[in-house]
């Protein structure tokens, strides 16, 4: 499955907001640094009305969305590289995950501790963005001893390694992420092998107080500014009023939510927010027993999309029988859709699309 770190300096809500997405009180949310020790591993449901639609179409008895894992990293601080805090565990748990959510702490209050005594998200991205940046000099120059070593040898993967590994050393010595270098398709796969942490996504989390969760503040407009100068993406949320509503039923949340000028949940912004920046996309598999979402990258093949649901699916994959989205909810389900002629049988070669329904035909 596909991973988001949540990380962010000590006190700026990570674990309020982790609670929320996960609806438990497994990560304490507390008033000092180095509350959340242990990653704390939660899964959410992608919130997608399409599976809604197509389960009314299809009366299904159960609705099963598809899943994202969201880690709930330990807090960082300045000197982590150097192995401050709980620095090393932090950064080992970063070159797990798919992604990074990061929080910054774009609200005021004088009763939680900032660790650097000022509030100034830009400057609490700088600082995490440093520490992952030193990280991965230092993996870098550790491994480019033993490259040397290898191409001398005459190893020809060495040869590319090490040409990859000091491209992103130019980069990171020069104070950027390594995620600006434009890596050439035939070097894609060697470079994600490095598994640096600066080349992962990232999406900031704004974290305001709660009366500026509609509009933000000014705080989380100059975050949006450095995302898009960046070229990340940045969402704007109050973790307080999400743990709210995460403790709230479905109803009573809604009227919560136009209360406070929401048209939508921020964890379901946050959540497909998370979605884009993997580019990741949704299939679905519909009928009367169950309609069931099922996430795949974008550019997967039929044969790995079925996969996904099992192994065997993969190995034994036969063809995809598959409705458009559109297609199946214009023409009333399965069975109209067929008799339009709208039912494509699919084969290997066949890169799904988000939205698809399927059907697939395997050898056991
Ligand atoms: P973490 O260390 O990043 O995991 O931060 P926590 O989630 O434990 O939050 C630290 C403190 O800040 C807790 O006392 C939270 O209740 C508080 N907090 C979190 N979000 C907000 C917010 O939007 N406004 C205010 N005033 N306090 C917040």
Redesign the pocket.
């Known amino acids: 499955g596909f991973k988001m770190g949540i990380v962010?300096l000590?006190?700026?809500?990570?674990?309020?907001?982790f609670n929320a997405l996960t609806r438990t009180a497994a990560a304490q949310?507390?008033?000092f640094?180095f509350?959340?020790i242990e990653p704390n591993v939660g899964e959410v449901a992608v919130p997608d009305a399409r599976l809604d639609q197509l389960a009314a179409i299809a009366q299904s008895k159960q609705i099963i969305p598809t899943r994202m894992t969201f880690v709930d990293i330990a807090?960082l601080v300045k000197g982590a590289s150097k192995g401050e805090g709980l620095g090393n565990q932090f950064l080992a748990n970063i070159r797990e995950v798919d992604a990074i959510a990061h929080?910054l702490r774009c609200?005021e209050?004088g009763d939680?501790t900032h660790v650097e005594g000022r509030v100034d998200p830009v400057a609490d991205a700088e600082t995490i963005e440093t520490e992952l940046m030193l990280a991965d000099i230092e993996s870098i120059e550790k491994r480019l001893q033993n490259i040397v070593r290898k191409v001398r040898g005459g190893d020809k993967e060495a040869v590319q390694q090490e040409r990859l590994m000091r491209m992103a050393l130019a980069v990171l010595e020069d104070g950027r992420p390594a995620r600006v270098v434009d890596v050439d398709a035939e070097d894609l796969k060697a470079w994600r092998m490095l598994q640096l942490l600066t080349t992962k996504p990232v999406l900031y989390v704004c974290?305001?107080?709660?009366g500026d969760a509609a509009e933000g503040n000014d705080l989380s407009a100059k975050v949006a500014q450095m995302a898009a100068a960046q070229g990340n993406a940045h969402v704007i949320i109050?973790?307080?009023i999400e743990e709210e509503i995460s403790q709230l039923e479905p109803e009573e949340a809604q009227m919560f939510l136009e209360e406070m000028g929401l048209s939508e949940a921020g964890l379901d912004r946050l959540i497909r927010a998370g979605y884009e920046l993997l580019h990741l996309e949704t299939y679905f598999t519909v009928g009367p027993k169950e309609a069931r979402a099922w996430t795949i990258a974008s550019g997967t093949t039929a044969p790995k999309a079925a996969g996904v649901i099992h192994g065997d699916f993969e190995k034994g994959f036969i063809r995809a029988e598959t409705i458009a989205f559109d297609d199946f909810v214009t023409l009333g389900g399965e069975g109209p859709a067929k008799e339009a002629g709208k039912m494509r049988a699919e084969g290997k070669g066949y890169v799904v699309k988000d939205g698809d329904v399927l059907h697939f035909l395997f050898n056991t």
């Open positions: 962010g000590p006190n700026v809500g990570k674990s309020t907001l949310a507390a008033n640094p509350c959340t807090g929080v609200f209050d939680v974290n305001v107080g709660e109050s973790a307080q």
